[in-house]
């Protein structure tokens, strides 16, 4: 299978997007990145599902413009139903790695009818990280520059077991980029600032049917972050033993055959 970008119109910009090619069948999986990553974590994950898969590079990430706000409601989740609309996606899957399964569930809450199901990944309802406390990443930020700074968090936020891997350091610095301080810092505001309990509860009241997955090693968005993102939606929870906060890249063999029974057991559920 191979990987096509194309580009959408999008409130604020183009997105760029990652789709797979081909005549596949089922219902679109739409997979969100985590916030300063980009669509290309997903590519492997992508290349082991059976169905059609759509992987957009959210506003200031990737290829997409730079333009905010960076935030949830009035900037993500834009996004991503800008992508459905110009692809002609009326109903899809929606799956997501930290922010990326927050946007999902947030996407989910304010139009269920054009959700089947969500899986996320290392997510989390809102991290209440202190305002001092993000000033301070953004401070490290912009003392080390964005390849520094990046380069130093990853192995942090992994797995142990994936922490001296060059593979996963190569692709994160090609999806981190090279963009600007200065947008990254309000990135990072508008992620550790996000909050969206207030929305969960319509979630569950559609019946989309919710996966939470978490590493056991997730420093960011821990298990009990992940547990309560599944109850307050009336969803599952799991845990990967040993793995950190980029799943989709330190197992993305074990996250697509995730991804595959939950889809299959969501639409069997719907049928």
Not at 83 to 100: A, E, K, R
Not at 121 to 145: C, D, H, N, Q, Y
Not at 223 to 234: D, F, K, P
Request: charged letters at 20%; hydrophobic letters at 45%; one cysteine or more.
């Amino acid at each position: 299978m191979t990987l096509e970008r194309v580009s959408v119109a999008g409130e604020t910009g183009r997105l760029s997007v990652l789709r797979t090619t081909g005549d596949r069948p089922g219902t679109p999986l739409v997979l969100t990145h985590p916030i300063n990553a980009a669509a290309v974590v997903w590519t492997e994950v992508a290349q082991r599902l059976g169905r059609p898969v759509v992987a957009p590079d959210l506003r200031g990430h990737g290829r997409s413009g730079q333009v905010g706000p960076f935030t949830v409601e009035e900037g993500y989740v834009v996004d991503v139903l800008a992508v459905l609309d110009g692809l002609g996606l009326d109903q899809v899957h929606l799956g997501g790695g930290s922010l990326g399964g927050t946007i999902s569930v947030a996407l989910a809450a304010l139009r269920p009818e054009r959700v089947l199901s969500v899986t996320a990944f290392g997510s989390t309802l809102g991290t209440r990280v202190p305002a001092e406390a993000i000033e301070e990443m953004v401070t490290e930020l912009e003392a080390k520059g964005t390849a520094g700074y990046f380069a130093d968090l990853v192995p942090q936020i992994v797995g142990p077991a994936y922490r001296s891997s060059a593979a996963i350091g190569d692709l994160m610095a090609e999806a981190v980029g090279t963009r600007p301080e200065a947008v990254i810092a309000r990135i990072l505001r508008g992620a550790f600032g996000a909050d969206i309990r207030h929305l969960v509860g319509k979630v569950a009241a559609a019946g989309v049917p919710v996966l939470a997955v978490a590493g056991t090693e997730d420093p960011t968005c821990p298990v009990a972050m992940s547990r309560e993102l599944a109850e307050a939606t009336g969803g599952t929870a799991m845990t990967l033993p040993g793995v950190g906060h980029l799943p989709m890249l330190e197992e993305p063999a074990r996250v697509a055959d995730i991804l595959r029974d939950h889809l299959a057991k969501a639409e069997g559920a719907a049928a």
